[in-house]
């Protein structure tokens, strides 16, 4: 599986951003999806997950209220709504796909490349 982000840019506080993971090679049907995030001389940590259907979903503390995961299986799409973005946000987003629902970056097998979000005033 092939994962390419797209959306990233930069944002003033309380602005919005939606990134796109774009799947290619096989379905993302048969997979669990994450948006992880890392921060400069950080390890990669846990955003938001969703399982295979779409009925469940993570979403650490620090975003719950203003992010949201959604994924369009026929499209081979997952998504990220980002909302009132605060400059601790700042960081560059992955998408993930795994076998598995989880938290751990080593659960997930397949990575995209990142993308920047920078949310600055």
């Known amino acids: 599986v092939q994962l390419v982000e797209s959306g990233g840019g930069v944002v003033q506080p309380g602005g919005s951003l939606r990134l796109s993971c774009q799947a290619s090679g096989r379905s993302i049907s048969a997979y669990a999806m994450g948006w992880f995030r890392q921060f400069p001389g950080k390890e990669r940590e846990i955003v938001t997950g969703i399982n295979k259907s779409g009925a469940g979903t993570y979403y650490t503390d620090s975003v719950k209220g203003r992010f949201t995961i959604s994924r369009d299986n026929a499209r081979n799409l997952v998504y990220l709504q980002m909302n009132s973005l605060k400059p601790e946000d700042t960081a560059v987003y992955y998408c993930?796909?795994?076998?598995?629902?989880?938290?751990?970056?080593?659960?997930?097998?397949?990575w995209g490349q990142g993308t920047q979000v920078t949310v600055s005033s």
């Open positions: 993930a796909a795994g076998l598995v629902t989880g938290s751990l970056a080593s659960g997930y097998r397949y």
